[in-house]
């Protein structure tokens, strides 16, 4: 059963987690990093370092970007997704001129 409840894995999460010296951050720290990587994911439609003929677009590095929380200041790195060419003509302050003659 594909993506069912498996009490082994969230166990040992559980306890490498209750290993920190404070649980819950590093819980939220994990989270949100794995949330950022399936959402990339999922708009590249492959996962990073694997060959796809679905691929939309390539991963391009990361960046770091602060996130204040209750919890406290966590910096992670967002993954940065490579914009194809002709998706980056049409970005600019004209964008009615596509750059074929008419």
Do not use: N
């Amino acid at each position: 059963m594909a993506g069912g409840y498996d009490a082994a894995a969230y166990k040992k999460l559980l306890l490498y987690f209750m290993g920190e010296a404070d649980p819950l951050y590093s819980m939220l720290q994990w989270l949100t990093a794995r949330k950022m990587d399936v959402e990339s994911e999922l708009k590249v439609g492959a996962v990073k370092g694997k060959h796809s003929s679905d691929r939309a677009t390539h991963f391009s590095g990361t960046r770091v970007r602060r996130f204040d929380t209750r919890l406290g200041t966590m910096y992670l790195l967002v993954p940065k997704l490579r914009q194809d060419r002709e998706e980056a003509i049409g970005t600019g302050a004209d964008a009615s001129c596509t750059g074929k003659p008419s």
